[in-house]
């Protein structure tokens, strides 16, 4: 069964603990991407990938790093987590020269 | 960078009417426009798009129109069921920005019975 999994699903952590939110993808998909949802503001991009070792700001990149060492897996890392990163993240795959997403089941996480 | 407007925020209908939902985009570049679904607790599902070359796309009940002069695109839904119900977003993609996407900020459809 195509799948993006997402770890953990539920998250409370306190300003200044790094930590790791894990995706992983079994569909071979070139395209990686996290996003996250704010009630009015829709989904923003915070970093995406087009392959292995190649990664890309998207529009709010500040306080993320990710990496992309392997096809199937790219976790989102907050070194420095702060309240304002209190936020609904999705991991989402697509196919090289596709445009068509999938979405993982998403990750909610409270900075206190 | 692109800025997709997203109109309305909220909508009801009665259940068989049709509900249209608009987007309008700022980068004439853009050439790639989806639609996705959120149901409660669940990660966005892509339900339609529409390429630039393209000016309407239908499947089912399901309908995208695509100006590309005003820069605007719209869901519409047909004899809309409860199962509709859900939050809709739509996206654009400038052409050549691989994997970027710009989101709007959402339309909650609440089909009543």
């Known amino acids: 069964e195509a799948q993006v999994t997402q770890n953990p699903r539920y998250l409370i952590t306190v300003t200044g603990k790094k930590l790791t939110v894990t995706c992983s993808q079994n569909m071979n998909h070139e395209y990686m991407s996290w996003y996250r949802q704010d009630p009015g503001l829709g989904l923003r991009q915070i970093y995406y990938?087009?392959?292995?070792?190649?990664?890309d700001k998207g529009d709010v990149p500040e306080g993320y790093k990710v990496s992309r060492k392997e096809k199937r897996n790219f976790p989102l890392i907050l070194e420095s987590p702060s309240p304002n990163q209190t936020s609904l993240y999705f991991c989402?795959?697509?196919?090289?020269?596709?445009?068509?997403?999938?979405f993982g089941p998403g990750t909610r996480l409270t900075v206190t | 960078g692109e800025n997709v407007e997203q109109h309305p925020s909220t909508l009801s209908v009665q259940e068989g009417d049709s509900a249209v939902i608009k987007c309008t985009y700022s980068?004439?570049?853009?050439?790639?426009f989806p639609w996705y679904k959120q149901e409660l607790g669940k990660g966005p599902q892509l339900i339609i798009d529409?390429?630039?070359?393209?000016g309407e796309k239908k499947d089912q009940r399901i309908a995208v129109t695509l100006n590309k002069t005003a820069k605007h695109f719209s869901l519409h839904i047909t004899e809309t069921q409860p199962e509709d119900s859900a939050v809709y977003f739509c996206?654009?993609?400038?052409?050549?920005?691989?994997?970027?996407?710009?989101f709007g900020t959402g339309t909650s459809l609440t089909v009543i019975p």
């Open positions: 990938s087009m392959n292995v070792e190649v990664t």
């Open positions: 989402a795959t697509s196919r090289g020269g596709s445009y068509e997403q999938y």
């Open positions: 996206a654009a993609t400038p052409e050549g920005g691989g994997n970027q996407f710009y």
């Open positions: 529409i390429r630039s070359n393209v």
């Open positions: 980068d004439s570049a853009s050439n790639y």
